[in-house]
């Protein structure tokens, strides 16, 4: 007994010393799961494994990419210290070198193009701190208006929307946790099976206690076989869709008057619009039943409780905006917010998609969900970072705007930072050529993307593993990324890479960071008073507590658990109801004899954005090693295709070729085709360059082709 119990202590001592545990959080979706690194030393070489560890959102789950995560970061193309393209070829140079062209062809463009000719392009995959700090770089380091960033194509609808609504925005506006005991929950355009699936478990437990399911997708998912209705509608009918439900529940008056009168604003001239709709024609347009519109409506609106879920289905649209405030309008109508497992949930793409929105990368915001064009917004930030509010820039225009910008000579540099918007934006062969067009293009990457290739100088970034911030996920919960893994080579930490250039630019002095944590507490005082209000929250609470749920305005009060109890964020404290019709001032596209099937695109479970990282794991890319498109049995062979061929898939912007892909759940008059995959591949080449008028987002989920066998 006595041996054994001397050779467990042994064994126990020798895995100690031969193994090494490094904290950390995901760096895919917004759920922002924990994660430990095991480093484990085998013989003469080291092996890795990811394991989950429990927090309050994920409760220790991961996903396939998560467990996965680990292996593009010690990936043998990262980049490990800074290129410069010399005689069109990359070569390796030190920081000194790199720093030293930068500050040189910055200057030299700010003098002969102007200050607003130098632009930044942000993330939403960065922490807080960094995002903070980009939007300050920009405005004081190089004093520009031009910045915003890749979360444009993202959250965009979903933001704009919350905010003309409630009067801010934060991602859930009830916990996470309220979810298994909700009544009756719409998903509409979320596949959170394969884009988010460590949240699934809540909604399977809603499902155990009972609650009602409505899934609105033009497709069937992993998510929609959940669902106890599937309404499958066409792409692009979302608003007509959700005024057809508001119809419903009008008529039958499954409304709650008092709360209506209390709380909003607006309903009498959303209620004349849509007891004006005709469901039969909504039927037509969403290519739905009027029975399972009755059914939807009633099944919401009639249940005590009820939860609805957006994401970029509905969002990634011309309309976006006004599909989510049409959603949302139902929510209002029937009460359900502000109140123990009602409320609405903007199921965010990227990983610091809420985070990295509030505090100063849009075009139009300054940290804290400040408005840049609020005269007294800008006189406190301008006192938290110590210069005057009148050499603070005005409002610029946003992500995709800026291409457009470059094209009109009006942007000459760019500061690209951990984004690859080649191959994200839409009508992307465009997007190459300005920044092909461009005099000087910086951009600050793990790897040489489709995006650096174009760079004059890429400088290495720290992945997920190495840099240490906070993350702000679906929840808003705030929650802190340990990261003490060794940065390879000559790796610099984001926010390091910004405070060194706004150093070689003369502005040491506002950027005097000696890490994440000093950054943070400038936030914490920028943000105080703000929408977004992070005052109460710091490192050590939030270790302490896994995650503070903002608005925390006071450190010795706890998190918003749950948003608009009492009050919305208005001024008069009620929400505000908007009457849209269905119809465009810029009309969808629409099937024709030269394009006659709709086009939308979205996620695979495997891969994440452009890519960029998922397919640099091997364990990932052996899953999906190539771009598909999705296409139903009856139309395929009307097109005289396949299934597994080659097929080219043509619009008014361009063509790609893609692998056919058999589905008997799809609608017949349209095709999916994910957009994790470059060049040839990339679908975004197919998608018009028309945006949302409110929030600047394109168009992805409707676009309309035509597809044709590739002849070999």
């Known amino acids: 007994m006595t041996e054994l119990l001397l050779k467990y202590f042994r064994d126990k001592q020798q895995k100690a010393e031969t193994e090494k545990i490094y904290d950390s959080q995901c760096p895919y979706c917004s759920m922002q799961c924990k994660m430990q690194l095991v480093e484990q030393k085998v013989v003469s070489r080291k092996t890795y494994k990811t394991i989950g560890k429990d927090n309050p959102t994920s409760e220790g789950r991961l996903c396939i990419k998560g467990l996965n995560a680990h292996q593009h970061a010690l990936h043998k193309d990262r980049i490990k210290q800074p290129l410069m393209k010399v005689n069109g070829e990359f ?7 790199a720093l030293e062209q930068i500050k040189e062809n910055f200057k030299k463009i700010q003098q002969q193009d102007g200050l607003d000719a130098l632009s930044v392009y942000g993330s939403a995959s960065i922490t807080n701190e960094e995002a903070y700090l980009l939007g300050k770089f920009a405005r004081v380091g190089l004093q520009t208006k031009h910045i915003d960033y890749n979360g444009r194509l993202c959250m965009g609808a979903a933001a704009t929307g919350a905010n003309q609504t409630f009067g801010v925005d934060r991602g859930f506006t009830n916990t996470i946790k309220e979810i298994p005991n909700t009544r009756c929950i719409i998903l509409a355009g979320t596949n959170i099976a394969e884009c ?7 909604f399977e437990r809603a499902k155990e206690n009972g609650a009602y399911i409505i899934a609105i997708d033009p497709r069937e998912t992993a998510t929609t076989k ?21 119809k419903v529940i009008i008529e039958n008056n499954l409304v709650d008057q008092a709360f209506i009168q209390d709380r909003t604003n607006g309903f009498e001239e959303v209620k004349e619009l849509v007891t004006s709709i005709e469901l039969e024609e909504t039927a037509q347009l969403t290519g739905l039943t009027v029975e399972q519109i009755k059914q939807a409506a009633t099944a919401f609106g009639q249940e005590t409780s009820g939860m609805i879920f957006t994401a970029r289905g509905i969002e990634q649209q011309i309309d976006g905006t006004a ?28 990983g610091n998609g809420q985070g990295a929105r509030e505090h100063g990368q849009k075009s139009d915001q300054l940290p804290g969900y400040r408005s840049i064009e609020n005269d007294e917004h800008r ?9 005057n509010a009148q050499d603070l820039p005005r409002k610029g225009v946003s992500a995709y705007e800026m291409f457009e910008e470059i094209e009109q000579q009006k942007i000459s540099g760019m500061f690209v930072m951990c984004s690859n918007p080649v191959v994200s934006n839409p009508n992307a062969n465009f997007v190459k050529k300005t920044l092909e067009q461009l005099k000087y293009l910086v951009v600050v990457d793990m790897f040489v993307s489709e995006t650096a290739k174009l760079a004059d100088i890429i400088l290495p970034a720290s992945s997920y593993l190495e840099d240490e911030g906070t ?16 940065l390879p080579g000559e790796v610099r930490h984001d926010w390091q890479i910004i405070c060194d250039i706004a150093k070689a630019l003369g502005k040491e002095q506002y950027f005097p960071y000696q890490s994440a944590e000093d950054i943070f507490e400038e936030l914490r005082v920028a943000s105080r008073g703000g929408r977004a209000d992070y005052y109460g929250i710091t490192y050590n609470r939030i270790r302490k507590e896994d995650g503070v749920l903002w608005p925390c305005p006071d450190p010795n009060e706890s998190g918003t658990d749950r948003l608009f109890e009492n009050s919305f964020a208005h001024e008069d404290g009620k929400a505000k109801m908007a009457a849209i019709s269905h119809k465009l001032k810029i009309p969808k596209p629409i099937p024709s004899d030269a394009y006659p099937l709709f086009l ?6 495997s891969h994440y954005l452009t890519g960029e990282q998922t397919r640099k794991s091997p364990s990932l890319a052996a899953r999906n090693i190539e771009a598909f498109m999705e296409v139903h049995p009856d139309t395929g062979l009307k097109y005289n295709l396949k299934e597994s061929m080659l097929v080219k898939v043509e619009s008014k912007q361009g063509s790609i070729v893609v692998r056919t892909k058999w589905s ?25 360059d028309e945006l949302d008028p409110h929030c600047k987002m394109p168009g992805f989920k409707v676009s309309t082709v035509k597809i044709s066998p590739v002849n070999r």
């Open 91 to 97: 070569v390796t140079v030190s920081w000194e070198v």
């Open 196 to 202: 988010q699936p460590t949240i699934m478990p809540y």
């Open 226 to 246: 959940l669902a106890d209705l599937h309404l499958k509608n066409k792409p692009g009918s979302d608003v007509a869709l959700a005024n057809g439900l508001l």
């Open 323 to 350: 599909a989510v405030r049409c959603f949302i309008n139902i929510l209002l109508a029937t009460g359900k917010i502000g109140k123990p497992n009602s409320g609405f949930g903007a199921v965010t793409g990227q």
């Open 379 to 387: 006189e406190y930030i301008a006192n938290v970072w110590g210069v």
């Open 471 to 486: 993350m702000t996920n679906v929840e808003g919960r705030v929650m802190l990324r340990e990261a003490s893994f060794p």
């Open 600 to 605: 939308t695109t979205g996620r695979v479970m």
């Open 664 to 688: 008997t759940t799809i609608r017949k008059d349209t095709v999916f085709v994910p957009f994790h995959w470059t060049e040839s591949q990339n679908v975004n080449r197919l998608v018009s």
